[in-house]
């Protein structure tokens, strides 16, 4: 039905009980202008109906596309999640395997230790160690390999225990443990495969303690004594440097 036919149905209604006893109340100009305040009255009324009526429509498109939207990026969330997750777990293994091909070479071309131990039990615990690294318990790998570290002190594996230290406590949170565990690396050892990346750790270590000074130096020093490995190109981004 359109407005005008509406309005017109609403006038016939009620024009009666508006104009009792017609006849001598209202001539037909009267009458006339009163169908007209009516009709308009009326058409208004329509007018306000279908705006509120186009008004919660366009909430509720607005609040679907909202819905549709926070779907879209749960689920962008969720991928970027699982590739993190990967990502970091590919480098924790990454690593652990490559520590123990290096550990491989060293036992081969280490002397024997002064003080006999079991080698059995030596690989069993510095394995322990790493397990719990890889894992993600790094409070708990950091003490394995403290104790490794006190209870095999000519181990050939020693370098690496110490490194490893400094990763768990450094992901543990714990960083003034960590920047001493990659120093001791870096100045007991400082031929061993893992230097470069235990001054990178330090480095670490003492910006996160705050100590922005002594990470520059040690990012320095990163770059002087091991120009060519892969922390120090990481350094050279660290410092601004090309």
Not at 140 to 160: I, R, V
Request: net charge neutral; glycine share 6%; aromatic share 8%.
């Amino acid at each position: 039905m359109s407005r005008a036919l509406a309005a017109a149905s609403l006038v016939a209604l009620l024009l009666p009980a508006a104009m009792p006893a017609a006849a001598g109340v209202f001539d037909d100009t009267e009458a006339r202008k009163e169908i007209v305040r009516i009709r308009d009255a009326y058409g208004q009324r329509l007018d306000r109906l279908e705006a509120g009526s186009q008004a919660q429509l366009e909430l509720s498109n607005q609040l679907e596309t909202m819905k549709s939207e926070i779907a879209k990026l749960r689920g962008q969330v969720e991928v970027l999640t699982y590739k993190l997750d990967s990502i970091e777990k590919r480098q924790k293994d990454f690593y652990v395997d490559l520590d123990n091909r290096l550990r491989q070479i060293e036992t081969r071309s280490q002397p024997a230790a002064s003080k006999p131990v079991d080698p059995a039990a030596e690989a069993r615990d510095y394995q322990a160690a790493l397990d719990l690294l890889k894992a993600g318990k790094y409070a708990e790998a950091g003490d394995g390999f403290e104790k490794f570290t006190q209870s095999y002190p000519a181990s050939s594996f020693l370098p690496s225990a110490n490194f490893w230290a400094g990763s768990a406590w450094y992901q543990a949170r714990e960083v003034a443990k960590a920047g001493d565990y990659y120093r001791k690396v870096e100045s007991k050892w400082p031929d061993d495969p893992r230097a470069p990346d235990a001054l990178l750790g330090l480095a670490n270590s003492q910006q996160a303690m705050g100590d922005a000074k002594g990470a520059r130096s040690s990012l320095e020093a990163l770059l002087s004594r091991y120009p060519d490995s892969s922390a120090a190109q990481m350094a050279k981004q660290r410092l601004g440097k090309k």
